[in-house]
């Protein structure tokens, strides 16, 4: 069973080398000067990684207001390569209170470190490289810890009531702050929940933390609590606090509730009949089976590949040498290159290696109407090509047929695509999980339409990968990640989760089909994951037969 796996994990080809471990690293600053003297500031970071020249970034915080020494409760989780210098750079912004993107935030600098740096030192501090290149007074400091063992997340609902009223003229704003003792006995905040406006019996929203970070999948290790009035200067004022443990959380499993009495240690000593400064409840406790992408794979979920290819007149005539869609007789175009590189991968996992191939912005026989979403092989009933060869071969006798023309409209391909995986919603089994590769040489002109169908798209088993072909400025594209790092319909309705992928093609042009591949396709196994683990459903469980067949399909 062990060689099934291998053999998957091998023929996915993601990785130049195998991942060692995962790593949780934790950011806090000290002595953030503002360049607003008449306010604090409301500090970000956002961590990039270098990757073929160019600074990618990751991920980013919460934003916390009006703080100058903040501590982010946001981990971020890193897959750490013992050969490979993974370069890091952790920006600090201040941001705009009544904007959470970047866009509009002022830049106060970054630090740059590697990976192996972290690690080795378990916890590295550096001081802040202001724009311009002068060290700052603040500081940084980046802790790594090791992910081991249980990879289970476990989803926490807190409520209050009768909590102490802190303000004069309205009543408190509590937010709650979760804190795991290490064996060093420090402290470490696990996690911050957002504050309740004026309100002394609070609910807050349920959120979800790995039991590995919650208590390092230590059930009886010690989690102080404290409960805060938060004020808009950064000066919070104190409520609370409790002491408490996972095994005591547990209690909350089963439809029950499990309080503890927030206590204040002054108010304790001052105040003679003083019993509590209120009550916190906690409503539910769910512990979620994290299940890996292999699971679902050796469990017989598909993978099905699809090919959207755009054919609109900015390509170039396909019979001059210098067009897009050029067919060299020695020497594959980029659209060819960019289409094996991904497809040889995603054909390992596709049991019928059928794969549909569309294409758009063309005028296409008998009528010659233009068409977004045609089948490339002409036969509307059944797009699908006999394997990578059969993409390839359809898609050159396609060329002389058509009429290259415009606009460059995705959208139709996107719902296509989504019409059949929303089939899947039925099923509520891991069996079918679509890609859809799109190949495109400019700036999608549907980019409203486009981003409504990402949105939908994104409640689906289904994730969108764009390779921009050629040396068009594709720098509009970024617009699908949203001005706040989330991408949001023209409504304003936000993606469920992070289903796209943009590559420029030419970042690869000198390296193996193998870097793209790998740049392309290493968000798809988290985001098949995600969905899933999301939805509650669980991998089937492979009969003796199925392994077998899996191993068939994966090797052959």
Known sequence: MSDIYESAANSLGLFSSPCLTKVELRVICKGIQ???????????????????????????????????????????????????????????????SNHNGLKEADFLGSVECTLGQIISQRKLSKALLRPGGTVGKAIITISAEELTGNDDYVELSFSARKLDDKDFFSKSDPFLEIYRLNDDATLQLVHRTE?????????????????NNLCSGDQQRKLEC???????????????????TFKEMKGAMDGRQVQWPCLNPKYKVKKKNYKNSGIVILNQCKIIKMHSFLDYIMGGC?????????????????????????????????????????????????????????????????????????AVNFNELNPECAGIQGLVEAYQNCLPK?????????????????????????????????????????????????????VQASHLPMSVIIVGVGNADFSDMQMLDGDDGILRSTKGEPVLRDIVQFVPFRNFKHAS???????????VPNQVVDYYNSKGIKPKVPSENSYINSYLNVTS
């Open 34 to 96: 503002d360049r607003d003297a008449l306010s604090k500031p409301d500090p970000c970071i956002a961590l990039k990684m270098q990757s073929h020249g160019q600074w990618l970034e990751v991920d980013r915080t919460e934003v916390i207001r009006s703080c100058i020494n903040p501590t982010f409760s946001k981990v971020f989780t890193l897959d750490f390569y013992f050969e490979e210098v993974q370069r890091l750079r952790f920006e600090l912004y201040d941001i705009s």
């Open 195 to 211: 504050t309740v406006m004026n309100n002394l019996n609070p609910v807050w929203k349920t959120f979800k933390v790995s039991l």
């Open 226 to 244: 404290m409960v805060w009035d938060w004020d808009s200067n950064g000066k919070h004022d104190f409520i609370g606090e409790f002491e408490a």
């Open 302 to 374: 598909q993978i099905q590949f699809t090919v959207a290819i755009d054919f609109t007149a900015s390509n170039g005539d396909p019979r001059n040498s210098c067009s897009l869609h050029y067919i060299h007789p020695y020497q594959p175009n980029e659209y060819l290159k960019a289409l094996v590189a991904v497809g040889e991968i995603c054909q390992d996992y596709d049991s019928d290696k059928m794969f549909p191939a569309f294409g758009f912005g063309a005028r296409i026989p008998p009528d010659y109407q233009v068409s977004h979403d045609f």
């Open 402 to 454: 058509l009429q290259l023309y415009g606009p460059t409209n995705i959208a139709p391909i996107i719902q296509k695509v989504a019409n059949s995986a929303s089939q899947e919603l039925h099923t509520k089994e891991a069996m079918q999980y679509f890609i859809l590769l799109i190949l495109t040489d400019g700036v999608i002109t549907d980019m409203g339409d486009t981003r409504e169908a990402i």
């Open 513 to 523: 089909p193998a870097a793209l591949a790998k740049s392309v396709l290493a968000e």
